[in-house]
């Protein structure tokens, strides 16, 4: 399989995942035209579209890209019904595209109905998982972002993170802030610096490099809990995600 990532906007990128038969899905698109450009350009079919919640920025192309291609299934969850999505979908199902078996993740936080696409080794987590940060909490609870992270937590080292902005720069500027001692940030930084200097993505990147890098996924860390101010060990690590998540928000 061949994975793409088609930046558009201001920082979010479009998915795209191809089999050798020239057939491939679309995740995410905010805007049709460089789908459409990508997909003309390189003879791809679409098989499926691919929404993870109903922010405008992710959705937003759905229509025009139905003008052309119009008998292409488009799954989501319920919140996506309005957005042009076809085939509604929830935690624990499973959809197969081009030959492959996606497990939906239901990962509120973000949006209520945040939902996520899993088939090894690729992860479309939308706007859940950020390499070294998270999204916002729009709709949900710390508490339910706290858990959507720990469900990608434990999917297997070798995932690889389909995330849908390139925030990866200024989430390590904050992981380096709070997290001054780890000095995987620091290498990890200097890596990412490299790679946008080159204008070349800092995404996707490995679940096992995120687990090494990623505040929002290290919250049992006794470093960071001193760093944010808890003078004792909480009671809860998703407090710890509470507070994280808190300052990130006014960094």
């Given at each position: 399989?061949?994975?793409?990532?088609?930046?558009?906007?201001?920082?979010?990128?479009?998915?795209?995942l191809?089999?050798?038969?020239?057939?491939c899905?679309?995740?995410?698109p905010?805007?049709?035209?460089?789908?459409?450009?990508?997909l003309?350009?390189?003879k791809?079919?679409?098989?499926?579209?691919?929404?993870?919640?109903?922010?405008?920025?992710?959705v937003g192309?759905?229509?025009?890209?139905?003008q052309?291609?119009?008998?292409?299934?488009?799954?989501?969850?319920?919140?996506?019904?309005?957005?042009?999505?076809?085939?509604q979908v929830?935690?624990?199902?499973?959809?197969?595209?081009?030959g492959?078996?996606f497990s939906?993740?239901?990962?509120p936080?973000?949006?209520?109905?945040?939902?996520?696409?899993?088939a090894t080794?690729?992860?479309?987590c939308?706007?859940?998982l950020?390499?070294?940060?998270?999204?916002?909490?729009f709709?949900g609870t710390?508490?339910?972002?706290?858990?959507?992270?720990?469900?990608?937590a434990?999917?297997?080292?070798?995932t690889?993170?389909?995330?849908?902005h390139?925030?990866?720069?200024?989430?390590?500027r904050?992981?380096?802030?709070?997290l001054?001692?780890?000095?995987?940030?620091?290498?990890?930084q200097?890596?990412?610096?490299?790679?946008r200097?080159?204008?070349?993505p800092?995404?996707?990147?490995?679940l096992?490099?995120?687990?090494?890098?990623?505040?929002?996924?290290?919250?049992?860390?006794?470093?960071?809990?001193?760093?944010?101010?808890?003078?004792?060990?909480p009671n809860?690590?998703w407090q710890?995600?509470?507070?994280?998540?808190d300052?990130?928000?006014?960094?």
């Amino acid at each position: 399989m061949n994975l793409i990532s088609i930046p558009a906007m201001q920082d979010n990128y479009i998915w795209l995942l191809a089999n050798d038969q020239q057939e491939c899905l679309i995740v995410d698109p905010g805007v049709a035209a460089p789908a459409l450009h990508y997909l003309t350009e390189n003879k791809l079919t679409p098989k499926a579209i691919l929404l993870t919640h109903h922010h405008n920025d992710h959705v937003g192309g759905v229509g025009e890209i139905l003008q052309h291609y119009p008998d292409i299934p488009v799954y989501g969850p319920h919140e996506t019904a309005n957005k042009g999505c076809t085939q509604q979908v929830r935690g624990h199902d499973e959809i197969t595209v081009l030959g492959m078996t996606f497990s939906v993740l239901d990962v509120p936080g973000h949006t209520l109905g945040h939902i996520a696409y899993y088939a090894t080794p690729y992860l479309f987590c939308g706007d859940t998982l950020f390499s070294a940060g998270c999204g916002r909490i729009f709709e949900g609870t710390p508490e339910q972002m706290y858990a959507s992270l720990q469900l990608i937590a434990q999917l297997p080292d070798n995932t690889l993170i389909c995330c849908a902005h390139e925030y990866t720069e200024s989430n390590l500027r904050f992981a380096r802030y709070v997290l001054p001692e780890n000095k995987e940030i620091e290498t990890y930084q200097k890596q990412v610096h490299e790679l946008r200097l080159k204008h070349q993505p800092s995404v996707p990147s490995l679940l096992k490099i995120e687990k090494e890098i990623n505040p929002f996924l290290r919250c049992y860390d006794n470093d960071l809990q001193r760093n944010l101010g808890f003078e004792n060990q909480p009671n809860k690590t998703w407090q710890v995600f509470a507070r994280l998540r808190d300052m990130k928000d006014s960094f």
